[in-house]
C-alpha cells in the first residue's frame, strides 16, 4: 500500500494558489501533447520506410530525446509551481490536443509531414501560452521555460521543412 502524503511546505515564489493552478493547467496540455508527439515521432523512427531511411532515422531519434526532456522539464516546472504532473497516459490521452496514430509503416515525406504539422501546432498554442502567462498570470518564469520550448519546436519545424520535397 502507498503512503499517501499529506503535508507539503507550499511555495512562496510570488504567484498565489490561483495562478499557479491556472498556468499548472498550460503546463499540463503541454505536457501531455509533448507526449504524444514523442510517441508519434517514435513510431516514425521505428516504422519509416524508404530512400532516406537512414538521415530522417537519426533525425527522429534525436527529436524524441529532446522531446523526453522537455517532457521532464515540463513536469518540473509543474512541481515547482506546487502542482502535481500528471502520469498515465489515459489523463494524458484525455486533455491532448495533439491526436496520436496507430503503428504503421510510413514513408519519409508523410512522417516529415505530419511531424512538421504537429510541431507548428506546438508553436503555436506556446506563443498563445506564454501570452497567457504574462498578460494573465504574471509568470515571466514559465513566460520564459515556454518561450525556450517555443524556440525549440521552431528550430524542430525549420528542419522538418527542410527535409520536405516540393
Not at 491556472?22 to 508527439?37: E, I, K
Request: proline fraction near 1%; hydrophobic fraction near 40%.
Amino acid at each position: 500500500m502507498e503512503a499517501s502524503v499529506t503535508t507539503v511546505v507550499a511555495a512562496r515564489i510570488g504567484l498565489d494558489e490561483d495562478q499557479r493552478r491556472q498556468v499548472a493547467q498550460l503546463l499540463t496540455q503541454q505536457l501531455a501533447d509533448q507526449h504524444v508527439l514523442y510517441q508519434k515521432t517514435r513510431m516514425c523512427h521505428w516504422n519509416l520506410v524508404g530512400g532516406r531511411f537512414d538521415p530522417l532515422h537519426k533525425m527522429f531519434e534525436a527529436h524524441y530525446e529532446a522531446l523526453a526532456e522537455a517532457i521532464d522539464q515540463t513536469a518540473e516546472r509543474m512541481r515547482m509551481l506546487d502542482e502535481v504532473a500528471p502520469a498515465s497516459m489515459g489523463e494524458l490521452l484525455a486533455i491532448a490536443r495533439l491526436r496520436e496514430v496507430d503503428g504503421r509503416l510510413v514513408d519519409g515525406q508523410e512522417a516529415l509531414t505530419m511531424l512538421l504539422a504537429d510541431h507548428e501546432s506546438t508553436v503555436r498554442t506556446l506563443r498563445e501560452d506564454v501570452n497567457s502567462c504574462d498578460d494573465d498570470y504574471d509568470d515571466v518564469g514559465t513566460s520564459d521555460f515556454l518561450t525556450g520550448l517555443l524556440r525549440a519546436h521552431e528550430k524542430t519545424a525549420w528542419m522538418l521543412r527542410s527535409h520536405l520535397e516540393g
